[in-house]
């Protein structure tokens, strides 16, 4: 069964405001006066909608990630002009590891560091504590007082 008008327009409003089922449905229908979470939900169990919403869906996908690669591209150009200055390399460099998810936060909470726990091999949680004894160990070597 084609997909009609109203039933477009629903789709192109769930997919911009952030699959607000009822929203979509209250925009698209405002002639219907309530029930709009109920009918909203019912228009998603549509598969005719539900895979417009995907192809849409994975159409703005690929534009996201050709847009991510084009910038880690043009920062790394950044990087690599010799005419650039040291804080726009800084910058740059800075950018594309939160582009990348390679930056980690300075000082994680006690959550977080219990989540990379988790994920650690007992191997792996050996050898972190034998680096931060290594780490600490050469410090102390240094003079330097730990806080």
């Known amino acids: 069964m084609p997909i009609n008008d109203k039933q477009r327009h629903f789709i192109r409003e769930y997919t911009t405001n952030g699959h607000n089922a009822s929203k979509a449905y209250s925009k698209a ?7 709009h979470r109920q009918a909203g939900s019912a228009l998603l ?3 005719d909608i539900r895979q417009e919403i995907d192809r849409i869906e994975a159409k ?5 990630d050709i847009t991510r690669e084009l910038l880690v591209a043009k920062m790394y150009a ?8 040291k804080a726009d ?5 800075s950018l ?9 936060e300075a000082a994680p909470n006690q959550e977080k560091e219990r989540a990379i726990l988790a994920r650690m091999s007992s191997e792996d949680k050996e050898l972190a504590q034998l680096a931060a004894k290594l780490r600490t160990d050469a410090e102390t070597r240094k003079g330097l007082k730990l806080a």
Do not use: F, H
């Open 29 to 35: 229908y405002p002639d219907c006066i309530s029930g």
């Open 89 to 93: 390399m800084t910058r740059a460099a």
């Open 78 to 85: 950044i990087i690599e002009d010799n005419t650039s200055n």
């Open 96 to 104: 594309i590891a939160d582009m990348c998810g390679y930056k980690r």
């Open 60 to 64: 703005s996908e690929a534009k996201v």
């Open 45 to 47: 169990t549509n598969l």
